[in-house]
């Protein structure tokens, strides 16, 4: 499935890149509002890197 990684201090994640819904992980629900919004915007290269196997540096969260 493909998916993708989150931290968040001692917390972590692991969202569904389609739905963008955690489907693993600790995340505080305020953290997972904020991977949620940055990874809506990001959606389409977040898939391309998961189909390519190559990984670019996306902005952090703002």
């Known amino acids: ?3 993708f990684h ?3 201090n ?3 994640g692991v969202f569904d ?4 819904d955690m489907i693993e992980g600790d995340l ?3 953290a997972q ?3 949620k919004e ?3 915007e ?5 898939q391309k890197m998961w189909d390519t196997k190559s990984i670019i540096k996306l902005p952090g969260l703002e």
Not at 17 to 20: A, D, G
């Open 1 to 3: 499935m493909p998916h």
């Open 6 to 8: 989150a931290i968040y």
């Open 10 to 12: 001692e917390f972590n």
């Open 17 to 20: 890149i389609k739905s963008l």
């Open 28 to 30: 505080p629900t305020k």
């Open 33 to 35: 509002k904020l991977v």
């Open 38 to 40: 940055w990874a809506n």
């Open 42 to 46: 990001y959606q389409n290269e977040i």
